[in-house]
Nanobody, 125 residues
Framework: VQLQASGGGLVQAGGSLRLSCAASGRTVSSYVMGWFRQVPGNEREFVATINWSGSNTYYANSVKGRFTISRDNAANTLYLEMNSLKPEDTAVYYC???????????????????WGQGTLVTVSS
């Protein structure tokens, strides 16, 4: 499956952005999906995950209450609504799908087999 992330950009602290991740090549409606982020020199960090139906979500403590993950299976698209953005949210954001159903926690990057190319989010203070 090919994942295309978009929606990143430059925003002031306190602002909002909505990231999208469009899947192609196959439907992702039956797979766990997630968002991760990475700052150069650091490991990829878990942000949020969602189950196949969208009924269950889980967030990193650092974004809980500010970010919302959702999916539209009919559109084969994953979303991340980001509000009250902080400078420390600045990173490249990646979407991922557990197409190969790798074993492990959905909060770990190694659980996901397919990744998008990333979209840069920059939050200015």
């Amino acid at each position: 499956v090919q994942l295309q992330a978009s929606g990143g950009g430059l925003v002031q602290a306190g602002g909002s952005l909505r990231l999208s991740c469009a899947a192609s090549g196959r439907t992702v409606s039956s797979y766990v999906m997630g968002w991760f982020r990475q700052v150069p020199g650091n490991e990829r960090e878990f942000v949020a995950t969602i189950n196949w139906s969208g009924s269950n979500t889980y967030y990193a403590n650092s974004v809980k209450g500010r970010f919302t993950i959702s999916r539209d299976n009919a559109a084969n698209t994953l979303y991340l609504e980001m509000n009250s953005l902080k400078p420390e949210d600045t990173a490249v954001y990646y979407c991922a799908a557990s197409v190969s159903r790798l074993a492990g926690s959905p909060t770990r990057a190694t659980t996901y087999s397919d990744w998008g190319q990333g979209t840069l989010v920059t939050v200015s203070s």
